[in-house]
């Protein structure tokens, strides 16, 4: 059982730059891929970047390409998020998810079995 906690949040000014951490517990990481995804208010859940499982293999979505970077620390069994020039639209609630070996979908929610309970990430312009 893998268990997922997001922290490193918060409220930021447009410009600026957040890392986001998820910290696991449990048989992680090497064998799971690992993903984010944000959710604003009244909006579905959106993904944002995925790691494969293997860590060779990275994929953004096109909102967040060349701004935000994913990577995965196995010593520390944490994931990261590396934001950068935040934007008002990134106000959402971020969240990790997981899944053991490769996501069938990785831009679908559903493709994972594990996730954090979200942390907040509030861009004012």
């Known amino acids: 059982q893998v268990q997922l906690a997001e922290s490193g949040g918060g409220l930021v000014q447009a410009g600026a730059s957040l890392r986001l951490s998820c910290a696991a517990s449990?048989?992680?990481?090497?064998?799971?891929?690992m993903a984010w995804f944000r959710q604003a208010p009244e909006k579905e859940r959106e993904f944002i970047a995925q790691?494969?499982?293997?860590?060779?293999?990275?994929t953004y979505a096109d909102s967040v390409k060349g701004r935000f970077t994913i990577s995965r620390d196995n010593a520390e069994n944490t994931l990261y998020l590396q934001m950068n020039s935040l934007e008002p639209e990134d106000t959402a609630a971020y969240y990790c998810?997981?899944?053991?070996?490769?996501?069938?979908?990785?831009?679908?929610?559903?493709?994972?079995?594990?996730w954090g309970q979200g942390t907040q990430v509030t861009v004012s312009s």
């Open positions: 790691l494969s499982a293997s860590g060779s293999r990275t």
């Open positions: 449990g048989p992680f990481p090497s064998s799971y891929a």
């Open positions: 998810a997981a899944t053991f070996g490769f996501a069938r979908n990785k831009e679908d929610p559903q493709s994972y079995n594990y």
